[in-house]
């Protein structure tokens, strides 16, 4: 089943590329503003500026009042340039706290529409299952590199649905709990064995491999939605 590696592998480059797309951009864009930005504060010196021109043009203000005024104005245009400097950090460290909020909320975006197309993928094209290992004895599933220890009937349940697929077959709830109860398929209930797909999926826990794996089509019955090529029976 090549279909889904195929697809997830082709989402995953899309999903990268679209991702440092958006990064390259939300940094230009960042960029330009912290450059337009810089650009259109006022110069910090223009103000120490403005009173060195009026020490210079006022060269006759001698007297003591005079020139505590000079020295306040001298003293404003000091305050005024190191607030300039305090206000260009504060926007320098705000830009980059931005920038890195952006880029996370983007990195996260794109990660979860990845996996939801995966997911979608998956839930169209069936379960990718490499290998299945049904052991009776020790009750335990083994479905590509994870492992699940069953409940005995579970286990039997599974063990079932595996042999009708190596039979290329489909069973009903019916047919599933008279292969398992050992009655005929008449004496059974459907419920039966629908609650026996319950349980299984119960115990399976993980609800994507419950929900794919264990397939129920309308009106004919239960089947494991995977290449009988790699069922391994125990």
């Given at each position: 089943?090549?279909?889904?590696?195929?697809s997830?592998?082709?989402?995953?480059?899309?999903?990268?590329?679209?991702?440092?797309?958006g990064?390259?951009?939300?940094?230009?864009?960042?960029?330009?503003?912290?450059?337009?930005?810089?650009?259109?504060?006022?110069?910090?010196?223009?103000?120490?500026?403005?009173?060195?021109?009026?020490?210079?043009?006022?060269?006759d203000?001698?007297?003591?009042a005079?020139?505590?005024?000079?020295?306040?104005?001298?003293?404003?245009?000091?305050?005024?340039?190191?607030?300039?400097?305090?206000?260009?950090?504060?926007?320098?460290?705000?830009?980059?706290?931005?920038?890195?909020?952006?880029?996370?909320?983007?990195?996260?975006?794109?990660?979860?529409?990845?996996?939801?197309?995966?997911?979608?993928?998956?839930?169209?094209?069936?379960?990718?299952?490499?290998?299945?290992?049904?052991?009776?004895?020790?009750?335990?599933?083994?479905?590509?590199?994870?492992?699940?220890?069953?409940?005995p009937?579970?286990?039997?349940?599974?063990a079932?649905?595996?042999?009708?697929?190596?039979?290329?077959?489909?069973l009903?709830?019916?047919?599933?709990?008279?292969?398992i109860?050992?009655?005929?398929?008449a004496?059974?209930?459907?419920?039966?064995?629908?609650?026996?797909?319950?349980?299984?999926r119960?115990?399976?826990?993980?609800?994507?491999?419950s929900?794919?794996?264990?397939?129920?089509?309308?009106?004919?019955?239960?089947?494991?939605?995977?290449?009988?090529?790699v069922?391994?029976?125990?």
């Amino acid at each position: 089943m090549p279909g889904p590696s195929i697809s997830a592998a082709e989402l995953t480059r899309h999903g990268s590329r679209a991702l440092m797309l958006g990064i390259a951009g939300i940094v230009a864009v960042l960029a330009l503003t912290a450059v337009l930005l810089f650009l259109n504060l006022p110069d910090a010196n223009a103000f120490n500026a403005r009173v060195e021109r009026v020490f210079v043009e006022n060269a006759d203000l001698t007297t003591g009042a005079e020139i505590k005024l000079l020295e306040i104005l001298a003293q404003s245009g000091t305050a005024f340039s190191e607030t300039l400097v305090s206000y260009r950090i504060v926007i320098f460290v705000l830009l980059i706290f931005a920038t890195g909020l952006l880029v996370t909320s983007l990195f996260m975006v794109v990660t979860l529409v990845v996996l939801n197309r995966r997911l979608a993928t998956v839930e169209k094209q069936g379960l990718q299952v490499s290998a299945l290992l049904i052991d009776r004895a020790t009750n335990t599933v083994g479905i590509n590199d994870m492992e699940f220890r069953l409940t005995p009937a579970a286990v039997e349940t599974l063990a079932v649905l595996a042999e009708a697929r190596l039979d290329d077959d489909m069973l009903t709830g019916a047919a599933i709990e008279s292969v398992i109860s050992g009655r005929a398929e008449a004496e059974c209930d459907e419920a039966a064995g629908a609650t026996r797909i319950k349980r299984l999926r119960d115990s399976l826990g993980n609800q994507l491999i419950s929900e794919v794996l264990v397939k129920n089509v309308a009106r004919q019955g239960y089947m494991l939605a995977i290449d009988a090529r790699v069922i391994d029976l125990r």
